[in-house]
């Protein structure tokens, strides 16, 4: 019998009124794009997540808005046999975290947190477990949209692809900083760096930051529906070009990621025309082109491409469901497979 070409995925959740456990665990086939249910687990709004290497821990941010209940948790997986283990929470101390990331080593966690208008460090014990907080660094910035930006928001925490730098996305403010990570110094962490601020224009509201492999840098911003362009050299940010996502002044552009082929690039966009924009990457220059939009069902937030680049799957929060898409390789366009897979208020969703 032909072995089943299979990786897992696991979603988080809203957990509004109760409507679902949190986290869940799917075997995705990378062959037909058909996913089958594993098991769940119960933790309270999981809106974004990260593991360390081989998928073993995952770090779950909970996003309350209360500061005392936000907070970050370190959960154990048992691939063989899809069990939840919780090993731990502790208080991020900054509301609504919405963004984590881990560090090369799996020694620190960083979170941002959007109505703390704060970045958070953790570092992390041996057998995993999070210690309590060691860094906390907060913003007081605000910008032209009066409902939006009237404090720093926090949006995303990224490290550089060289790990000696972790950049953080300010969507109230309209800027990004840029910090030098101090990996032999942990009451210190993160220190800015001497080109810390990159500002946005005024009512950008930065989101997501991405890195290429190539030596270029890719923001979407929120607000403005716009797409950015860096040369990223010797870990700076220079900006080359601007493009549209989003058209329609819906202020509800979300998510940015690479085809792992690095020809094209894709963003979600909500609110109103729903939808995937489609770019392709110039290899040489990293400019980018657009080359087309893909329908979604509501809300699309976080998206992820499969690690062998046939699949994208977009958690399409308010339709309740997680649509897979085919991606031709050699037009980068999309095909809706028809394989939904349903489940409520999907927020993130990652390969491990």
Known sequence: ?????????????????????????????????????????????PSYFTTNDDGTMIYVVSEEEDKYESAVSAIQLDKSTGEFTLLNSVSTKGAAPCYISIDNENKYLVTANYLGGSISVFKLQENGKIDDLIQ????????????????????????????????????????????????????????????????????????????????????????????????????????????????????????IQI?????????????????LTIFKIDQNSGLLTSIGYQETALHPRNFVISPNGKYLLVASKDSHIIQVFEIDNTTGLLTNINSDIEIDLPVCIKFI
């Open 136 to 255: 906390q660094i907060k913003f007081d910035e605000e910008s032209i949209h009066q409902e939006r930006q009237n404090q720093s928001h926090l949006h995303c925490v990224v490290y550089s692809p060289s790990y000696e730098h972790l950049f953080a996305t300010d969507l109230g403010g309209d800027k990004i900083y840029k910090f030098d990570v101090n990996k032999d110094d942990s009451d210190d962490y993160l220190t800015p760096s001497e080109n810390y601020l990159t500002e946005i224009e005024e009512g950008s509201g930065p989101r997501h930051l991405i890195f290429s492999e190539n030596k270029f840098a890719y923001l979407i911003s929120e607000l403005s529906g716009e797409v950015k362009v860096f040369d990223f050299f010797n870990e700076n940010l220079l900006e080359k070009q601007t493009v549209v996502s989003q058209y329609n002044d819906a202020e509800g552009s979300a998510d």
């Open 1 to 45: 019998m032909k072995e089943v070409n299979s990786i897992d995925l696991l979603v988080g959740c809203y957990t509004e009124e109760n409507k679902n456990c949190g986290l869940a665990l799917y075997k995705f086939n990378l062959d037909n794009g058909n996913a089958i249910f594993v098991n769940d687990y119960k933790i309270n709004n």
């Open 259 to 275: 085809h792992p082929n690095g020809k094209y690039l894709y963003t979600s966009n909500r609110l109103e025309d729903d939808g």
